[in-house]
């Protein structure tokens, strides 16, 4: 039993360090938004309970597999349109590689669309939390929905 889960943990090593290496700076980006999905989608259940403690004779409230599953599936999207920037990104290296101009950076758009999700999460969680209940500071969603903003800005090709 051991051998086997030296063996899984070699494996998961050994994927976790090639996925590293091919994508660089977007691996720990990456890593961080799965975990704030993570964080989101419990944060997200939390609230609906906590809505449906405090409104106990609306079924508008509470539960519902329907919305887990759409947001499920909202974060699959995140994840599709994530892999086309990177795809992107490695298109137009290749292309620039070819044509003899160099590009200076292999990722924009996957870090750009990345770092933008990250920020969609964060904006989430904090209103998951005041959802529950939480007093949320208006600055930070304000902070981040700025940083959220000048990304759009900057993705748009700035000024």
């Known amino acids: ?30 890593a961080l ?8 989608y419990i944060t997200g259940m939390l609230a609906s309970k906590a809505e449906a403690i405090d409104h106990p004779d609306n079924p508008a409230y509470g ?15 995140y994840i599709a349109v994530i892999a086309v920037a990177i795809a992107l990104d490695y298109l137009i290296v290749v292309l620039a590689g070819h044509l003899g101009i160099d590009t200076g950076s292999n990722v924009f758009f996957g870090l750009l669309a990345t770092s933008w999700y990250i920020l969609n999460e964060l904006l989430s969680i904090i ?9 949320v500071p208006d600055w930070l969603a304000k902070y981040i929905a700025v940083l959220k903003d000048k990304i759009d800005h900057e ?5």
């Not at 039993?1 to 091919?22: D, F, H, K, P």
């Not at 209103?127 to 007093?135: L, P, S, T, V, Y």
């Open 1 to 30: 039993m051991e051998r086997y889960l030296t063996l899984i943990q070699l494996t998961l090593a050994g994927v976790i360090a090639w996925l590293s290496n091919r994508l660089g700076i977007l691996f720990p980006l990456l």
């Open 63 to 77: 539960w519902c597999s329907r919305k887990g599953a759409k947001g499920i599936l909202k974060k699959v999207g």
């Open 127 to 135: 209103e998951n939390a005041g959802r529950m209940g939480a007093n």
């Open 33 to 40: 938004l799965c975990g704030f999905m993570a964080v989101d």
């Open 155 to 159: 993705g748009n090709g700035g000024e």
